[in-house]
Every structure is written in structure tokens, then in C-alpha cells.
């Protein structure tokens, strides 16, 4: 049985013969020419407009966290999958084996890594090896940890591809909500600049913790600020915030970050050395460090507020010190609420569930957290199942008479 949705009362899945809501199998009308799937799937698309429509309108807080699955939607210049990122760097990989092997340090555990393919792991245990012995070099003398860590940061490195609209489309039904409404924020893992790239081409404003002068320096306080119109807060006597702003915060860093010796940040569009989290257990202690701090905090803060609504898409539930955020919502903010889109291309489970969303997000009887919903979805397809806000393109449209314009 696969599943496409689940929440605490609901749920709808599919198999080859059948496609079922709550555990009830649906019947087929006689002319239907459609797949168990994709019946089940428009069914799904029908329930996450609704679940979605309503949450919007109950929460006041919206926050969203992408991560790499959000990437993997753009056309030919994809983001890569971590199998991905071991390929680019396989031959870095051998020659670092081929070392371990020499010093007699390449383990069960390490040839359990290789067997995996598992990129992070392998990082780890680099480092580790390192600290307590010799740096690997390749036979020019350079670091071999280094080129994989730069193979990595290039592979990121990627340019919004003309196919791809649903970035875009996603940042223009998230800010169309009202002006009195508090600004969405956008977390993200990715590393690279897709979500502004979509931005810019639309002309919004993204306020990312850097100053609006150049060059642009990185300091906390930017994410307080905003944009309003001057005239019309004064006309109105109350805030009248400009539209299309949307706030950014990158928890693993970016490819347009670079670190000077005293430790400040500037956003340049070219760096030889990009100031981000590689994937490795370092990470969560990397966390702890500027930027990737004030990124945290913001995030942890935001999820402790009342009122709370929480996207995320793409994410592999592999980060325990941002796992641990999400869950601490969950289980003692009494008004939040998680939705997760889940989508495992890889996953040749009965279920299509990934592992890592068991048993804290979904039980054993394929149940959430009364707080919890799960969909099944591709990030280009959750955008285009996203609802359009309505109201509030009528309320743009509104005349201080009070009269809509065509």
C-alpha cells in the first residue's frame, strides 16, 4: 500500500488494484480510464487545497523549510541527490581509500560508508581521521578533503533553468497575504541561489540579513528591518508595508557567502571558498557559529511562536539539530502545526514513507500528531496543487472607493 496523504483522522493510499480514503476502497466508475494512481493522486490534490486553504487562513505565522528535494525540481540544471554528490566526487573518494588503505585505517565502518555510498558519513570520518593523524593529500600536495569539498560547493553552484516556474510561482502564492499579516519566512538547507535567482525575476525584495548597501555585509539585526510605504503610513496612521518582500534565512550557509580573516560575511557573486555547512557530523556544531547562529535562532524562535504554520519540503529529516527544533513545536507549541511534503524517488518501500519520519512523525497505524499532516509530493507538483489566495488579489484590486477593478 502506498500512501499519498496522512494526517490524524485521514488518510488516502493505493495499491494495483484499488485506491482507498480512511481505509475505505473507492469504487471505479465503469468509464474510468485512469490508473488506481492517479485517482488516488487528483484525490490527494483535492484534500491538500483544502487542508492547505484552511490552515493559511487559521495561522498567522507562515514559515516554510526547503531543502535539497526543492532543488531536484529544476529541469536540466537539477540540484544532486547526496548518491549524486558521491559520484562527482568518486575519484577524490578512491584516492582518500586508497590512503586509509596504506595506513591500515580503512575500517568495517568506513567500508560500510563506501558500500552506502553515503557522503556525509564519509566526511565525517575524514575528519575524524585527521584530526588525530595526517591531512590526505593528492600527489601535488593539495588536500583531498578540500576538493571534495569544493566538487560539492560547485555542484550547487546552480542557475534557475528556463523550464523551471514553479520556484517562482511558489514565492508568488506565499506572499499573497495581507498587508497587516506578518512577513513569511523561508528556511532553507540549500546552498544554492535558486529561491532568489526566482525572486529577482519577479521583482521581489528578499531581506537575507545582509545590509542593502554595497558591498553587503552580513549582521542579525537586517532581519528586523522591513520595507513600508512612507506616504501611506502616514496618510493611514498605521504601517502600510510594501508587497513581494519575502525573508530568507540560509541555515547551512550559501555559494555567494564568503568569510574574511575577521570573521565577516559579504554576499559576492564569485568566491573560491563559499562560507557554508559541508555535509558532515560537524555540522551541528558548525551551527553554533555565525552566521549559521542567528539563522537558528531566528528558526527556533519563529517555531515557538503561537499561531505557528510550518512547510517543509524536500527535507530528509537527517539534521538532528534542526530535527529537534521541528519536534519541540510539535510536542509543546499548542497552536502549530507541521505539514510535511514527503517525496523519496528512491524509497522501494511498501509504503513510500521515508524511514526517518518513523516513529515521530507517523506511527505504526499510519497515524500523525493531531498537529502533523504528511503529503506525498514533488515540489513541482505541491506548487501547482497550492491554493491561490483569493481574497487576496481582490483586496489588491480594491479602490479606496470600495469598488473592484476588471
Known amino acids: 500500500m502506498k500512501y499519498l496523504y496522512i494526517s490524524r483522522n ?17 469504487k471505479r466508475p465503469i468509464e474510468e480510464t485512469r490508473t488506481t494512481e492517479e485517482l488516488a493522486k487528483n484525490c490527494t490534490k483535492q484534500y491538500m487545497k483544502n487542508v492547505l486553504t484552511n490552515l493559511f487562513s487559521h495561522f498567522k505565522h507562515i514559515a516554510i523549510l ?23 566526487c568518486r575519484d577524490d573518494i578512491k584516492a582518500i581509500i586508497r590512503e586509509l588503505h ?10 560500510a560508508i563506501v558500500r552506502e555510498k553515503n557522503i556525509e558519513d564519509f566526511l565525517s570520518y ?5 584530526k588525530i593523524s595526517d591531512v590526505i593529500k593528492d600527489s601535488t600536495g593539495n588536500s583531498l578533503k578540500e ?12 542557475e534557475l533553468d528556463k523550464s523551471n516556474k514553479h520556484h517562482g510561482e511558489f514565492l508568488n502564492k506565499l506572499v499573497a497575504r495581507k498587508p497587516s499579516d506578518p512577513r513569511v519566512q523561508l528556511f532553507t538547507t540549500n546552498y544554492d541561489t535558486l529561491f532568489e535567482q526566482a525572486a529577482k525575476k519577479r521583482g521581489f525584495t528578499i531581506i537575507d540579513g545582509f545590509s542593502f548597501s554595497f558591498p553587503r555585509y552580513f549582521a542579525g539585526k537586517n532581519f528586523d528591518y522591513d520595507i513600508v510605504y512612507r506616504e501611506k503610513t502616514r496618510l493611514k496612521q498605521e504601517e502600510s508595508f510594501v508587497p513581494n518582500i519575502l525573508h530568507l ?3 547551512h550557509g550559501s555559494i555567494d557567502w564568503e568569510k574574511d580573516e575577521n570573521g565577516i560575511i559579504q554576499q559576492t557573486e564569485k568566491t ?11 555540522k551541528y556544531e558548525s551551527s553554533y557559529e555565525q552566521p549559521y547562529f542567528e539563522m537558528m535562532a531566528r528558526f527556533q524562535q519563529t517555531l515557538r511562536q503561537e499561531s505557528t504554520l510550518l512547510i517543509v519540503i524536500g527535507f530528509g529529516f537527517q539534521d538532528k539539530h ?4 521541528i519536534k519541540e513545536a510539535v510536542f509543546q507549541n499548542p497552536n502549530f502545526h507541521l505539514v510535511i511534503i514527503n517525496y523519496n524517488k528512491n524509497n522501494n518501500s511498501e509504503t513510500g514513507i521515508m524511514p526517518n519520519l518513523l516513529p515521530d512523525y507517523i506511527d505504526l497505524n499510519m497515524s500523525t500528531e493531531s498537529n502533523v499532516s504528511v503529503i506525498f509530493s514533488t515540489f513541482k507538483d505541491f506548487v501547482e496543487a497550492f491554493p491561490i489566495n483569493q481574497s487576496y488579489y481582490k483586496s489588491e484590486r480594491l479602490e479606496d472607493n470600495g469598488t473592484i477593478q476588471p
Open 10 to 26: 485521514q488518510s488516502i493510499s493505493f495499491n494495483e488494484d484499488y485506491w482507498y480514503i480512511n481505509g475505505i476502497e473507492q
Open 66 to 88: 526547503t531543502a535539497a528535494g526543492t532543488s531536484m525540481d529544476n529541469g536540466e540544471h537539477r540540484g544532486k541527490t547526496r548518491d549524486g554528490l558521491w559520484r562527482e
Open 102 to 111: 596504506k595506513k591500515q585505517a580503512c575500517s568495517n565502518k568506513m567500508k
Open 126 to 130: 575524514l575528519i575524524l581521521f585527521e
Open 147 to 158: 576538493s571534495i569539498e569544493k566538487k560539492i560547493a560547485n555542484a550547487c553552484n546552480l
Open 249 to 251: 534565512y540560509k541555515l
Open 272 to 282: 573560491q571558498k563559499p562560507c557554508i555547512i559541508y555535509p558532515a557530523s560537524e
Open 322 to 325: 534542526i530535527q529537534n527544533v
